[in-house]
């Protein structure tokens, strides 16, 4: 018993499965945006900080520690490097801003705290520490992370800096 042989192939697309028609101009995603030296925005998906950015990152969220050492380091230091390379490397803007706002914000609590230390009389000296320690094991994170080109976003921090 001799099966019947297959028909013979047709010609030109399927009658069945029309082909799919190319996508519409409005559904390609346009190319994320550029910022300077080529590299992309760090709110874009495709972009990657350089191994300077991520140094420069690095040594803004270190810097501050320059605070334990002399007054007001931990503001100045960051800013400074914040100041001479925005314009140049957006992660080190991104993350130069962070850092500032973030030692901005812990001189906020420092002088509270000293506040709460006069008005209960000394009772509130323990409060002293908490803004001190908090700021070392963030800074120290914060930097970590930015080594990896990972930008970093610190609790508790006021943003006054856009």
């Known amino acids: 018993m001799d099966s019947p042989p297959p028909p013979p192939p047709s010609e030109g697309p399927n009658p069945q499965f029309p082909p799919t028609p190319p996508p519409a101009a409005a559904e390609i995603p346009p190319p994320p945006p550029q910022g ?16 300077d950015e991520r ?11 320059a605070g334990y050492v002399l007054p007001f380091g931990n503001i100045l ?15 080190v803007n991104d993350q130069g801003k962070e850092s500032v706002n973030f030692q901005i914000s812990i001189t906020i609590y420092v002088v509270a705290s000293v506040v709460i230390t006069f008005i209960t009389c000394g009772w509130g000296f323990p409060v002293l520490f908490g803004p001190p320690i908090f700021s070392l094991v963030m800074v120290i994170i914060a930097g970590l992370e930015a080594n990896k080109g990972i930008a970093y976003r610190y609790p508790l921090c006021i943003r006054m800096i856009n």
């Open 77 to 91: 230091v960051p800013l400074i490097l914040w100041l001479v390379n925005k314009d140049k490397m957006p992660f």
């Open 36 to 51: 300077p030296y080529g590299s992309y925005l760090p709110e874009s998906p495709g972009w990657a900080a350089s191994p």
């Open 55 to 65: 140094n420069l990152a690095l040594f803004c969220h270190l810097g501050s520690l």
